[in-house]
């Protein structure tokens, strides 16, 4: 796996996390990676090539491991956004279950950043997602 599938990965299986992917799930994936590099020079076929191998992957071997299978390819600021994106994917439908916020902090324990670096980047974009003004 390259870091970029790798990347993509765990994007993917985010999304996926809950058992459903949803509409507003897949338009903030497809957000997410569309201006990165390397995602923003790929054409669409060639985008849709790359999640369809990922989602074999996720069908035959679940997300755990394609997590487990991806986090090595990246480097710790790598994994550290890879962790933003997540947290960011998981707030995509503005509803966090139960189920997307185990993956999270089962993520969060497996990118081995510093202490406290983790939770850290979860509490900013939970807060960047925060409906603070709603009544």
Same mark, same amino acid.
């Given at each position: 796996?390259?870091?970029?599938?790798a990347f993509a990965?765990?994007?993917?299986?985010?999304?996926?996390c809950d058992g459903?992917?949803? *509409?507003?799930? +897949?338009? &903030?994936?497809?957000? %997410? !990676?569309?201006?990165?590099?390397?995602?923003?020079?790929?054409? =669409?076929?060639?985008?849709?090539?790359?999640?369809?191998?990922?989602?074999?992957?996720?069908?035959?071997?679940?997300?755990?491991?394609?997590?487990?299978?991806?986090?090595?390819?990246?480097?710790?600021?790598? *994994?550290?956004? +890879?962790? &933003?994106?997540?947290? %960011? !994917?998981?707030?995509?439908?503005?509803?966090?279950?139960?189920? =997307?916020?185990?993956?999270?902090?089962?993520?969060?324990?497996?990118?081995?950043?510093?202490?406290?670096?983790?939770?850290?980047?979860?509490?900013?974009?939970?807060?960047?997602?925060?409906?603070?003004?709603?009544?």
């Amino acid at each position: 796996m390259t870091e970029s599938e790798a990347f993509a990965a765990i994007a993917l299986a985010t999304v996926a996390c809950d058992g459903v992917l949803g *509409k507003d799930e +897949a338009h &903030a994936l497809r957000r %997410q !990676l569309e201006y990165r590099t390397p995602y923003k020079d790929r054409s =669409e076929s060639e985008m849709a090539m790359l999640f369809d191998q990922l989602l074999k992957r996720l069908r035959e071997q679940g997300s755990r491991q394609l997590i487990k299978d991806a986090l090595p390819q990246l480097k710790e600021s790598q *994994k550290e956004t +890879a962790l &933003a994106v997540a947290v %960011q !994917l998981v707030h995509a439908d503005r509803t966090v279950t139960t189920e =997307e916020q185990t993956f999270l902090n089962e993520l969060a324990q497996s990118v081995d950043l510093p202490q406290g670096k983790a939770q850290a980047v979860m509490d900013a974009i939970m807060a960047l997602n925060h409906d603070s003004l709603a009544s």
